[in-house]
T-cell receptor
Framework: DTAVSQTPKYLVTQMGNDKSIKCEQNLGHDTMYWYKQDSKKFLKIMFSYNNKELIINETVPNRFSPKSPDKAHLNLHINSLELGDSAVYFC??????????????FGPGTRLTVT | LAKTTQPISMDSYEGQEVNITCSHN???????ITWYQQFPSQGPRFIIQGYKTKVTNEVASLFIPADRKSSTLSLPRVSLSDTAVYYCLVQGGSQGNLIFGKGTKLSVKP
């Protein structure tokens, strides 16, 4: 019954590898987001999709590529992982962000550790 | 883009009222102010949202002055379980303005 779910919860990998984090929401929302929270707890928006279309694309290395196969899923693929990518990544969803400002529902987070 | 500033930390005791202020001097006309709560190892959780004046729900109140350059989250009679990090978010919808503050770590003591 989890509203926004992410897999995996923990991800430990080596520099240079490629990895993916999956996100699914069962709330019927139109908009999904990816955030990065670093060790200092700063929470920064990375991407946002509305009905599978990219609407927010902050200054993020192009090694990060979001993919939205349908509006209930927004996956994050990361190529050539670097030490600085170590962080907690949160997925979130909301009602149609193009129609108004709505509360976001966050997933439990994926802790990525790059060694 | 509207930058937000919050106190890094605050201490309180059970039963007290806590007020956390967020500054957002460059807030745009179509921006809303939203507050989230985050416990360790969990995602942020929505508390309250407002555009101007005062908003109240069962958890908190949000005070926004006429110039909207700041906002104050008020938590009445806090308990130990309110110990968390509180984030102020200025959000402008489709314009992509999603700026979280650096968070205020609230510690509630018995």
């Amino acid at each position: 019954d989890t509203a926004v779910s992410q897999t995996p919860k923990y991800l430990v990998t080596q520099m240079g590898n490629d990895k993916s984090i999956k996100c699914e929401q069962n709330l019927g929302h139109d908009t999904m987001y990816w955030y990065k929270q670093d060790s200092k707890k700063f929470l920064k928006i990375m991407f946002s999709y509305n009905n599978k279309e990219l609407i927010i694309n902050e200054t993020v290395p192009n090694r990060f590529s979001p993919k939205s196969p349908d509006k209930a899923h927004l996956n994050l693929h990361i190529n050539s992982l670097e030490l600085g990518d170590s962080a907690v990544y949160f997925c979130a969803s909301s009602q149609d962000a193009l129609a108004g400002v709505y509360e976001q529902y966050f997933g439990p987070g994926t802790r990525l550790t790059v060694t | 883009l509207a930058k937000t500033t919050q106190p890094i930390s605050m201490d309180s005791y059970e039963g007290q009222e806590v007020n956390i202020t967020c500054s957002h001097n460059n807030i745009a006309t179509n921006d809303y102010i939203t507050w989230y709560q985050q416990f360790p190892s969990q995602g942020p959780r929505f508390i309250i949202q407002g555009y101007k004046t005062k908003v109240t729900n069962e958890v908190a109140s949000l005070f926004i002055p006429a110039d909207r350059k700041s906002s104050t989250l008020s938590l009445p009679r806090v308990s130990l379980s309110d110990t968390a990090v509180y984030y102020c978010l200025v959000q402008g919808g489709s314009q992509g303005n999603l700026i979280f503050g650096k968070g205020t770590k609230l510690s509630v003591k018995p």
